[in-house]
């Protein structure tokens, strides 16, 4: 029990400490926005659509980039977005998974190529008679959360016209990126980032109770090795230590077309969106088909 609470105090002080760099840093106009209208302000602010998609048993938040004609058949990158705000305390789960800042949408934003969207988790910013507190805590990953998910892409593609995706998932969102492309054929690609894709590993590793209700990425790492992926790691990321990605790729019969990234002096939340324009130019991402071209250097 000290252990999980030590683990859930250190995210939630994670995701306070965010929050107040987002208030005080972000541009003038953004402060004041409510946390249910975050992701559609950020969208509108820039460009993008912002909607939601019934894909029962959820319905979930989502955003597209611009794109134009001659972009319809091309591969789509969907950024997943983490956990949330799950908890308000070391004992208190919070009743809104929304979360007060979302990292994911703000790498998603600043993706250099198109076409690009976003999808929220089930029951973050939007509610649907399915969601409860379970679903963002021991069914997180859950086969009807990684289904409604893989609806949803579904419909994101017939709206863009492209063909095949690419997944990047940012914390539990790289884990839910996982678990869908095992049960896709389009999947050109998978990128994760601080992602907890062994959960076996991570629960014994903080002396944690399994998450019953979830299904584990660990367990169809062999079944998506055939996917080109990366995965960056935080050298200095408590939450997510860098040994349960190692253990991911170990369980995927060494596939060569995997790779991990370490970034030596990034945290959980710290220092993704700061550093992702210049990070999607890592030279490991030349696996991913459609990637953006061009942009392949050495970046630690």
């Known amino acids: 029990m000290m252990a999980l609470t030590s683990l859930i105090s250190k995210m939630c002080r994670d995701f306070t400490a965010l929050a107040l760099v987002s208030c005080v840093c972000a541009c003038s106009g953004d402060s004041f926005v409510s946390t249910q209208r975050k992701a559609e302000y950020l969208t509108e602010q820039a460009g993008w659509s912002y909607g939601v998609i019934s894909s029962p048993p959820f319905t979930l938040a989502s955003a597209i980039a611009p794109s134009s004609p001659s972009s319809r058949g091309e591969i789509l990158t969907i950024y997943l977005e983490g956990d949330g705000l799950a908890f308000l305390g070391p004992h208190t789960i919070s009743r809104d998974p929304t979360p007060t800042d979302p990292l994911a949408l703000r ?11 976003y999808l929220a988790r089930p029951c973050q ?13 021991s069914h997180r990953y859950a086969a009807d959360v990684v289904d409604s998910t893989s609806g949803a892409i579904d419909q994101i593609k017939v709206r863009t016209g492209a063909r095949r995706v690419i997944l990047v998932g ?43 209700g979830s299904l584990d990425p660990a367990n169809v790492a062999a079944a998506v090795a055939g996917i080109p992926q990366v995965h960056f790691v935080g050298g200095k990321d408590e939450i997510v230590p860098a040994i349960i990605a190692r253990s991911f790729l170990a369980k995927a019969n060494g596939q060569d077309q995997a ?18 324009v210049g990070m999607q130019s890592n030279h490991a991402l030349a696996v991913i088909p459609g990637w953006p071209q061009g942009l392949y250097k050495v970046h630690n």
């Open 125 to 137: 910013y939007v509610k649907a008679p399915a969601c409860q507190p379970a679903y963002w805590t």
């Open 107 to 117: 790498l998603a934003l600043v993706h250099r190529g198109r076409p690009v969207a």
């Open 259 to 276: 790779h991990l990234v370490a970034a030596e002096g990034f945290g959980h939340v710290c220092c993704w969106v700061d550093d992702w």
């Open 170 to 212: 940012y914390s539990s969102g790289g884990a839910l990126a996982v678990l869908v492309a095992a049960r896709r054929a389009d999947v050109a690609g998978l990128v994760t980032i601080a992602a907890n894709l062994d959960l076996d590993l991570w629960s014994r590793v903080h002396g944690l109770t399994p998450l019953s």
